[in-house]
């Protein structure tokens, strides 16, 4: 697969070989064949794959090895990944030749399920779909990166697989008339159960409620796909099932977790059908209604409640030999009463014996890959639980050391819950999540006797934790962060220019969450050695990406011609025509993202850097027209999701956006009736705030009333802003009581992105600091020290040392360079607290 095959050029990568045929013709994007193996079986099947691929005009590519087609089929990487260990792009007209010589070859061979694709016949691996051929990768709205396809009318699709079929609304099914797909019957287990809801979609296998028409009673089912995260001795997904069907037979008279009511199998797929706990699980709870206190007056709702009704549940597993290894706030489910159940068996033991499995930040910082689960195992999960109900977050993962993460969580949850009123419930908690077992046992045993907490109670232990200090963000701090910050993305900006690294996916090229956003802010660092030079490089690679990108600033080529107007690129291209409909159809879009209110204000910024600004501010002419006079309109952006805030006013998809593009357009065009508009909006919005201030201030608040995308931290910076440019005054003190409220949200925010995350609020911090200073400059300290703790939650979220840390993107996981979702929009918010003030991201400010 390395060398020419009969014409052919191949090549490898660290995922994929690759066999490429010079006649075939460039293709953008059409029907596709994907191939599903086990990895036992690749090699195989590529010798049986690759004649028939030889035939045939047509592009192809091999998983490289058993490892990574073992990683592919885990499902860690995407759903509508698993399975593929070989995809074929064939010419126009040619796949349903093809797809039937390869089901002729492969009749009888078994593999993972594409749950992305159609499978072309039900006796053979093989799968189709209609995809991408070449990578066209964007930022859509929502921030998730879109796989673009553009159809001959120039309809955009999002070509990336997910958990279920697709196809664009211009292409033909090459298959169409042939009962091609795999339908599940009427009703699971031979019509006994009749699905009502779905629970879970995940590669793994779905989870379904359903209602048993034999009894009555409401079910869970529990799907396991056939060969899907297949380790190396055969295991797969369903013998996680059965294992959890075990566990839960010996566990038949315990309170608190699930009965098995019936198990069964249809086609390779294997079901397990137990008793419904309740439809909320403790995640949903608390995004719900907010976290749990013990000064809670609901007394189904204190922590120490809920610890000690779970380390009774655990107790009772434990005595029938039982070790769970999985739990954490998804697996705890509370019935009416607020009673918790605990539920998913799949990867825990039964005397010792089970199947591997961990999740990061519960049950694997101490698992025993070379021995036994033990019982105080599950009291560190335990902890980590009662964290996240604490505070709503999920544990530092992001540093490879498992103490960095322990000791920043125990962090945060000393600033999450402060004071002496909450020591205890913090000093359990911190025994809970001891790297000793010894310790973790005396933690659980003082929670049983109403002891925790208390001192001199229990043994000494060998990994006591104790919370750490807190950082303390002075300037030097501050210059060291900043310094290494950017050497970190100017290596990653050197790095996606590098033409000789490889990636999965192309870096997108927009602001949001591409290569302008990061160029944007690394702008502010060309004093620093290197940096000029990288942002040279990064906007030449810029300019030369072909890619299908809407109009708009954040998500769009407004947003890309930015940057390279600023890094004074001499390349141009001619930005799009303003957009005439949504992209779901109906009205344009209004919001800043995409939409027309962030295509003006790209306009007006980039009439500031034009010889002759003309045209730009034609276009912001009819983008103001367009929102004042309802031609464009806004659809807020999650809604109707869990933990969802006041949309409708944010500033990335509500009314704080479009009002802020009408501010800075009355302030370029000094028109009186624009000044009237921008006063119009602003005074709206002004007149809604204390109703959001007072609905963020409650108990259950969703703390995603703080970010600067979806809550009060951009409303905030709107209404600074108002204050200054309509000379209005009252605004600042609104904008004042914003910020406020944000800080107090800010040590349950998980995040330390500007997208819903603490920078976002760091820099409404900076900005009614700088606002308030210029006014009474008493009142600005108040705002810098509010600036300063937002960094050191920052630090106490992220991995490294406090001079040299390691910000997690959005995933909690691994650093990026992006502006939205990483370490470019981190750094801006502490280069402005560092400098006390400057723009946010090129030349917005």
């Keep these: 697969m390395t060398g020419p095959i009969a014409g052919r050029s191949g090549w490898s990568d660290d995922v994929w070989s690759y066999l490429t045929d010079p006649r075939m013709p460039a293709m953008e994007h059409g029907w596709k064949l994907h191939v599903s193996a086990r990895p036992g079986d690749l090699e195989t099947v590529t010798g049986l794959v690759l004649p028939v691929l030889l035939r045939h005009v047509c592009h192809a590519k091999f998983a490289k090895d058993q490892e990574v087609l073992r990683a592919i089929n885990s499902g860690a990487r995407s759903s509508g990944s698993v399975g593929k260990a070989i995809t074929v792009y064939p010419p126009p007209g040619t796949i349903a030749g093809i797809a039937e ?118 079910v869970v089912v529990k799907q396991a796909r056939a060969f899907v995260a297949e380790d190396e001795s055969g295991a797969d997904t369903r013998d996680r099932l059965r294992n959890e069907r075990a566990v839960l ?63 009774r549940v655990l107790d009772d597993i434990h005595d029938q030999g039982v070790v769970v290894r999985d739990l954490k706030p998804n697996n705890v489910v509370l019935d009416r009463t607020g009673r918790c159940q605990v539920i998913d068996f799949g990867v825990s033991t039964l005397d010792g014996t089970g199947p591997s499995g961990a999740t990061p930040g519960y049950s694997q910082p101490v698992e025993h890959p070379d021995g036994p689960a033990r019982a105080a195992d599950d009291y560190y999960a335990l902890g980590a639980t009662l964290f996240f109900a604490a505070t709503g977050m999920d544990p530092v993962i992001v540093d490879s050391d498992a103490v960095v993460n322990r000791d920043r969580t125990l962090l945060g949850l000393a600033w999450a819950l402060p004071g002496r009123d909450h020591r205890e419930i913090r000093s359990a908690i911190a025994e809970l999540m001891s790297f000793d077992p010894s310790v973790r046992s005396v933690g659980a045993g003082r929670l049983r006797t109403g002891t925790a907490g208390r001192s001199g109670a229990g043994q000494s232990g060998v990994d006591r934790p104790r919370t750490a200090r807190r950082p303390r963000v002075d300037d030097d701090l501050l210059g060291e962060i900043v310094e290494h910050t950017a050497s970190y993305c100017v290596s990653e900006a050197r790095r996606i220019v590098d033409p000789a690294a490889t990636s999965a996916l192309p870096f997108p090229v927009d602001i949001y969450g591409g290569s302008s956003g990061l160029g944007l802010e690394l702008l502010h660092h060309t004093h620093r050695d290197g940096v000029r030079e990288t942002v040279d490089a990064l906007a030449q690679w810029t300019a030369t990406q072909s890619r299908a990108l809407s109009p708009g600033f954040y998500s769009g080529h407004t947003g890309v011609q930015l940057f390279l107007t600023a890094a004074g690129s001499t390349s141009r291209t001619e930005l799009p025509a303003l957009p005439t409909e949504g992209p779901a159809g109906g009205p344009p879009e209004a919001d800043q993202i995409e939409g027309v209110a962030g295509i003006g204000l790209g306009r007006l910024l980039l009439a500031r850097l034009a010889p002759s600004p003309t045209d730009h501010l034609a276009v912001a002419a009819e983008c103001h027209r367009m929102l004042t006079s309802g031609t464009a309109r806004l659809t807020p952006t999650g809604a109707d999701t869990v933990g969802s805030a006041a949309l409708r006013e944010g500033f990335a998809h509500g009314e704080a956006g479009t009002a802020y593009f009408l501010l800075e357009y009355a302030a370029a065009t000094r028109n009186a009736t624009a000044v009237d508009h921008a006063r119009t909006a602003c005074a709206r919005l002004a007149a809604l705030t204390p109703g959001i201030i007072t609905a963020a201030t409650t108990p259950g608040a969703t703390r995603r009333y703080g970010s600067w995308c979806r809550g009060l931290a951009g409303l905030g910076s709107l209404l600074v802003r108002a204050a200054d440019r309509l000379d209005q005054p009252e605004y600042l003190t609104l904008a004042q009581q914003t910020a406020r409220t944000c800080a107090a949200l800010a040590p349950r925010m998980p995040l330390v992105t500007q997208c819903c995350g603490l920078a976002g609020v760091g820099d409404l911090m900076v900005d009614v600091a700088v606002a308030s200073g210029s006014s009474i400059p008493s009142d600005s300290e108040e705002f810098w020290d509010a600036a300063r703790t937002i960094a050191a939650l920052i630090l106490a979220r992220s991995g490294g040392t406090w001079s040299r840390p390691l910000f997690p993107n959005t995933d909690l996981t691994t650093p990026s360079p992006t502006w939205a979702g990483g370490s470019a929009g981190v750094l801006a918010f502490l280069r402005r607290l560092h400098s006390r003030g400057g723009p946010r991201l090129g030349l917005i400010g």
């Excluded at 072309?120 to 051929?133: N, S």
């Excluded at 086609?267 to 013990?294: A, F, I, K, N, T």
């Design 101 to 218: 010589e390869l089901v002729a070859v492969l009749r009888g061979r078994e593999g993972p399920q594409i749950v992305s694709d159609r499978r072309v016949d039900p006796g053979a691996p093989v799968y189709y779909r209609y995809g991408p051929f070449t990578g066209d990768y964007r930022t859509g709205r929502s921030g998730r990166l879109e796989s673009v396809m553009t159809g001959p009318d120039g309809q955009v699709f999002d070509g990336l697989a997910t958990g279920s079929y697709r196809c664009p609304p211009w292409a033909e099914d090459p298959f169409a008339g042939e009962p091609r797909r795999t339908r599940r019957p009427s009703g699971f287990g031979g019509g006994r159960y009749r699905v009502t809801a779905g629970i879970v979609r995940k590669p793994q296998g779905n989870v379904y409620r359903a209602t048993d028409l034999k009894s009555g009673h409401p």
């Design 249 to 311: 037979t010996v566990l038949g008279t315990v309170a608190g977790v699930p009965r098995v009511v019936d198990y069964f199998r249809h086609r390779s797929d294997e079901y397990l059908v137990m008793s419904s706990c309740g439809d909320r699980d403790l995640r949903r709870e608390v995004q719900e209604h907010g976290p749990y206190r013990d000064d809670d007056t609901r007394q189904d709702r204190t922590l120490s409640g809920l610890a000690i009704q779970l380390l």
